[in-house]
């Protein structure tokens, strides 16, 4: 069972689910809200996963 909210991600576009999983989170919460482990939560991967996409946060969001 996932939390409301959450965008899923099961073995598909990483990057993508990232994306969508900061614009949730911003959207929620402004950008105080964001950072790449609340992302990395959000979207249910290890708070290293998004790394292998963006090399840094800024690059997560300003996707």
């Given at each position: 069972?996932?939390?409301?909210?959450?965008?899923?991600?099961?073995?598909?576009?990483?990057?993508?689910?990232?994306?969508?999983?900061?614009?949730?989170?911003?959207?929620?919460?402004?950008?105080?809200a964001f950072s790449v482990a609340a992302v990395a939560r959000r979207v249910g991967v290890s708070s290293a996963a998004p790394y292998r996409h963006f090399p840094d946060r800024d690059s997560l969001l300003a996707a």
């Open positions: 069972m996932t939390e409301p909210g959450r965008t899923s991600y099961h073995h598909g576009d990483l990057a993508a689910a990232l994306v969508d999983g900061a614009l949730d989170l911003i959207a929620e919460g402004g950008l105080a």
